[in-house]
Every structure is written in structure tokens, then in C-alpha cells.
């Protein structure tokens, strides 16, 4: 919401990720539940709010500074800190082990 009332819009560059990513069947079967919370809303209304924000995005800027991206998942390579509770980190902080490709 932050972004849509700023005057500046126009000089902001945003990223759109295709959410296809989340159906490939590495990441269905190889990247835990509370991690994929990190890049997906769990409940229909949380989604819906991201599908009216994003094209609410889309209408204010058209093209400039638009930048729509797919990426690819490559692989979950979990640090040791994983399952063990005295160094276990924050879902949002573990998902950097969840690897993409075409990014670039």
C-alpha cells in the first residue's frame, strides 16, 4: 500500500514473480510447509489481496519500471541450523536455502 501512495511511483522499479514456481515437483516435495509460507499466502483472501495489489501495480505503471520474472526452482539446500532448536532461524530467514534460477 506503502508504494501505491507515493508520489514517486513513477521512478520505482518493481518485480512481479509468476507464481508457477510453486508448482514444480522439487519444491512441492523437497522444501518444508513453513518455508513455502515465506513466498506464498496460505488462506484465499491473502491471495486475493496479493492478485488485487499486483494488478493495481500493473495499472498505476504500465510498463516503465515493470519487471516480470519466472523463476525456476533449482533446489533446497538446508544449512545445519535446520531442526535444531537452539540455532533454528525464522522461516523468512531459512527460505535464502531455497535456491531459484532465471533470475538473470
Do not use: W
Not at 3 to 21: I, K
Not at 35 to 61: D, N, P, S, Y
Amino acid at each position: 500500500r506503502v508504494l501505491m501512495n507515493r508520489t514517486g511511483l513513477e521512478d520505482s522499479v518493481v518485480c512481479l514473480r509468476d507464481p508457477a514456481f510453486r508448482k514444480s515437483p522439487g519444491y512441492v516435495e523437497r522444501v518444508p510447509g513453513r518455508l513455502k509460507a515465506v513466498f506464498e499466502e496460505a488462506e484465499e483472501e491473502g491471495r486475493a489481496a496479493v492478485r488485487k495489489l499486483k494488478r493495481e501495480v500493473v495499472e498505476k505503471k504500465g510498463s516503465h519500471g515493470l519487471i516480470r520474472y519466472a523463476p525456476t526452482f533449482e533446489s533446497y539446500a538446508p544449512d545445519e541450523k535446520i531442526g535444531n532448536p537452539e540455532t533454528e532461524q525464522a522461516p523468512d530467514r531459512e527460505a535464502k536455502d531455497v535456491i531459484f534460477g532465471g533470475l538473470q
